[in-house]
């Protein structure tokens, strides 16, 4: 686990370098293992309409629905911090927020699994793994609508 743990929080410092950022100056990136192996990417995209704001998990989980592949999702790294040269400073591990609980929820329901989501500081220092289901416990998803078969 730590070995594909550590690719991922690597592949999302990558993202995290793209981020769009101007206002508040945070780089976060999510990065998604599919169930094949494939690793999916996405960076924060800010806007000064704050509320248009898109998070990493949320740009990287449009990402697999727009190719097809909500129902694959398999685990998910998060790191963010600050950036320094090429480097993310901060030593607590970045959690997602509410909105991107529920919408990491829809695609792991549709991947039909609790996912594990790594979360990172970004220097490094730190690192919390999580299951969904820790992170937003009673969810409401596709199940509540009868929508993903037991």
Known sequence: MTDTRDALIDAARDAASRAYAPYSGFHVGAALLLKNGDVVTGANVENASYGLTLC?????????????????????????????GDALIGSDPVNPCGRCRQILN???ERSKTDILVHCASGDGSAVTTYRLSELLPAAFGPKDLGMIPD
Not at 66 to 76: D, Q, S
């Open 106 to 108: 829809e695609a792991a």
């Open 56 to 84: 990493a998990e949320t740009t990287a989980v449009a990402k697999i629905a727009n190719e097809g592949w909500i129902g694959e999702l398999a685990e998910v790294a998060i790191i963010g911090g600050r950036p320094e």
